[in-house]
């Protein structure tokens, strides 16, 4: 009897050890993996784009790509034929959180379907690779430019500072079904320590409104080169051309993206000697001067700048743009300049000898809608409670 009780007493303190393993394991459990931000649209062009995504492990990701055309293969999501993966120097990234894949090769104007995927890696040694669990996106879509269009519209926001609650106020105003892009034209974020900021400042946000099917273009503003995590940006806005400035053509409209840097000396105690903003802009200076006299530019219907800064302000950074780039862009004959950073809203009209176009400076409340067709251009500035502060129209221009 002693010994049957011995046995039961040692049964039972094995079944409460082996549960009380399996609550200390629930507990220490890993997290399942997941896309944690993502995926959103950057650089689109006639033949490319960039998709971007974040998962909470290590992995190797793709793109599943297609136009919808056929649905033959892939049953159950339609017509993705192809696949795009990123490499460089004959690796694809791998054993990464952050995933980045260009597609390229794609016609102008047309429409693709696609969804990401990311597999983990548990191990990643020199002769042996384990792989983990596999996660995929929903199937969302995309349009690539198209130069032969003759109308779209597009929005721009300005100076939001990180403020994602005021963003998506915006957002819910604003019909995206007819919009191509959005413009977050300088200032979108405060500063950058880390890269939370980028996150729940403005990102995710974006993300859940529109990102993962209507591009973004993200122009660099005085407060987003502030702090140390603000030389890390170009891994989640990765500049064209490893530039932030540059330009691109869609419909009749020639683009041309400027970097205004900081608005101080570079000189300034409160930067400590880490800008070089002054070269830099004298750089995008010989770089405009080609840029006005490309085909592309030379035939296209109109001619619009886009950058933070406006020009003939008393502070240092605007001055330099007036000396720099203004004699430039009237040389150009450029039909409108977009900007921001004043936190009031104005309109210049063409003034003799300083701008041949008008320039447009946009409320950090308020947002610009831009409808653009071969016959004009028309601009409204709205407000966060919907109201029009200021509507004007752009005709093209006689050119030689």
């Avoid at 011995?6 to 094995?14: D, N, T, Y």
């Avoid at 983990?120 to 198209?146: A, C, H, N, R």
């Avoid at 610009?368 to 067709?373: G, L, M, N, Q």
């Amino acid at each position: 009897m002693r010994t049957a009780r011995r046995i039961l007493l040692v049964f039972l303190f094995i079944y409460l050890a082996a549960g009380a393993n399996q609550v200390f394991s629930g507990e220490q459990s890993e997290e399942k993996l997941a896309i944690t931000h993502g995926p959103y649209l950057q650089h689109v062009t006639e033949n490319s784009i960039i998709i971007i995504w974040l998962t909470n492990k290590k992995c190797v990701s793709k793109v599943e790509y297609g136009t919808g055309d056929n649905f033959r293969t892939f049953p159950q999501w339609g017509s993705l034929l192809q696949i795009a993966q990123s490499s460089r120097h004959g690796l694809i990234d791998a054993y990464t959180t952050h995933h980045k894949v260009q597609i390229k090769g794609l016609e102008p104007g047309k429409a693709y379907r696609y969804r990401v995927s990311s597999k983990e890696i548990l191990q990643f040694e020199p002769y042996e690779v384990i792989f983990g669990e596999t996660v995929v996106s929903d199937i969302f879509g995309f349009k690539t430019l198209d130069p032969a269009k003759k109308n779209f519209s597009f929005y721009v926001f300005q100076d939001i500072h990180g403020d994602a609650k005021r963003l998506d106020g915006m957002l819910q105003k604003i019909r995206l079904d007819d919009v191509d892009m959005i413009i977050f034209n300088g200032d979108t974020l405060n500063y950058l320590t880390s890269e939370k900021p980028i996150f729940e400042g403005f990102l995710d946000v974006s993300v859940d409104r529109f990102a993962k099917e209507i591009p973004f273009i993200y122009v660099r503003g005085n407060h987003d080169t502030r702090g140390s995590f603000a030389r890390q940006l170009m891994d989640f806005f990765p500049p064209r051309d490893g530039k932030y400035y540059y330009s691109f053509k869609h419909g009749p409209v020639h683009f041309v993206v400027m970097d205004t840097g900081e608005d101080k000396p570079d000189t300034h105690p409160v930067y400590a000697g880490l800008t070089d903003f002054d070269r830099y802009r004298e750089l995008q200076e010989e770089w405009l001067k080609k840029e006005i006299q490309s085909e592309s530019f030379k035939k296209a219907l109109y001619r619009v700048a886009v950058f933070h800064i406006p020009p003939f302000r008393k502070k240092h950074g605007s001055s330099e743009i007036a000396r720099l780039w203004m004699p430039l862009l009237n040389e150009g004959g450029f039909d409108l300049l977009l900007c921001g950073h004043n936190h009031r809203f104005s309109r210049t009209n063409p003034t003799k000898g300083k701008n041949t176009f008008p320039i447009l400076v946009a409320p950090p409340r308020g947002f610009v809608k831009v409808d653009v067709s071969e016959a004009q251009i028309n601009l409204a500035v709205v407000n966060m409670g919907g109201k029009i502060l200021d509507s004007f129209t752009v005709m093209p221009k006689k050119r030689n």
